[in-house]
């Protein structure tokens, strides 16, 4: 059965830190020191994560920039118009302010992850004027929640479609997701005006998969160009950069964070992982063999060195999971064996890490 990322989320991954795993008695070098200011480096987390001591540890060392999982995605904290369950992300949120390491916020609009009431009423699907001011609803309510805590949004996720089965989309490549349907392609211009307006000094991304592809690096270039014709606000691109072990090429990684500089945006590497397998979507990679796992330092290596050589684009670069118990990739997009990150199911370093690290110690 195939599963999708909102159905992913739902299962009981990585809750818990298997069974004898814990940090060995000398802990490894920390990446976020060895890489610093020079490129600011993060982790996706859950609060069940920082509920246990040892993983906790594990994170304030080897992290020093953290977003939410899942934790504030509209599905997790809404309980129905203007009600709330802000339990877990301001577990997360609470533990970086005690570290002092920033957060992102991720994401306040998704067609994945969403919260189906603000859609439906007692009459069906919800006319637009309605959409459109839970929406506003919505945004000012949580960004004015975490205002001054988290200094970076990921205000629109995933609304371009391109070069893939069955997409449906409107002319642009925009997905025909139930926002674009009902609201229009203006939604996006709507999410990132209320969330200005809700936290005017926090840091607004537009955020995409496959954000190398040379259409949507087009069409994120059209829709930065709109909003601010428009009076809008647009601070920056977050590139996912989910990668298998043989894609996307280097060269058109450098060429969309090239291009996306050109229109004076800031960018951060969001979602950084890379698969075993040559795709992110494959499954004939069974275990991690000592060649798999050499092959996947090299290519972290190639793409930190990458990044480190456009640090004065790329400000910010965070990893989709702490290690790899906890990857998305272990149920997405069915249930299969993957190990993607950079330390293992026992929270022990990989040949990437050792990669990263020395990249990151090259360029001191």
């Not at 040892?54 to 080897?62: D, K, S």
């Not at 809700?198 to 087009?218: G, H, I, R």
């Not at 059209?222 to 691109?237: C, E, K, Q, S, Y």
Request: net charge neutral.
């Amino acid at each position: 059965m195939l599963l999708s990322r909102r159905q992913f989320a739902a299962l009981p991954l990585g809750l818990a830190l298997p069974a004898g795993a814990r940090l060995a008695a000398t802990e490894p070098a920390s990446l976020a020191q060895a890489l610093g200011k020079r490129l600011p480096f993060g982790a996706a987390v859950t609060a069940a994560q920082l509920r246990d001591p040892a993983v906790a540890a594990f994170i304030a060392h080897q992290f020093g920039m953290l977003v939410a999982e899942n934790a504030m995605k509209q599905e997790s904290l809404s309980r129905g118009e203007g009600r709330y369950d802000f339990a877990d992300a301001d577990a997360i949120v609470d533990f970086a302010r005690q570290r002092s390491m920033p957060v992102r916020g991720h994401a306040l609009v998704w067609h994945h992850q969403a919260a189906n009431w603000m859609f439906t009423d007692g009459a069906g699907e919800v006319s637009r004027a309605t959409l459109v001011a839970r929406l506003e609803r919505y945004i000012a309510d949580v960004v004015g929640h975490f205002r001054g805590r988290v200094f970076a949004w990921d205000v629109v996720n995933e609304a371009f479609q391109f070069d893939e089965p069955d997409a449906q989309t409107d002319a642009a490549g925009m997905r025909m997701s139930t926002w674009r349907r009902i609201i229009g392609p203006e939604f996006i211009a709507i999410a990132f005006r209320a969330a200005a307006k809700a936290d005017p000094d926090a840091l607004l991304f537009y955020n995409d998969y496959e954000s190398q592809n040379p259409k949507k690096v087009a069409a994120m270039r059209g829709l930065v160009r709109d909003l601010r014709a428009d009076g809008v606000r647009i601070d920056g691109i977050g590139h996912q950069m989910h990668c298998g072990r043989v894609w996307p090429k280097l060269a058109d990684v450098a060429d969309a964070i090239d291009a996306l500089a050109a229109e004076g945006l800031r960018q951060h590497v969001t979602e950084l992982d890379i698969a075993l397998n040559d795709t992110l979507t494959g499954s004939a990679v069974q275990a991690a063999t000592p060649e798999l796992l050499q092959a996947q330092a090299q290519r972290y290596a190639e793409l930190v060195n990458l990044l480190l050589s456009r640090r004065d684009k790329v400000s910010a670069l965070l990893v989709w999971g702490i290690a790899d118990a906890y990857s998305w990739l272990l149920g997405w997009p069915q249930p299969r064996f993957e190990a993607p990150l950079l330390f293992d199911t026992r929270l022990q370093p990989k040949p990437a890490y050792h990669a990263v690290l020395a990249a990151a110690r090259a360029a001191q």
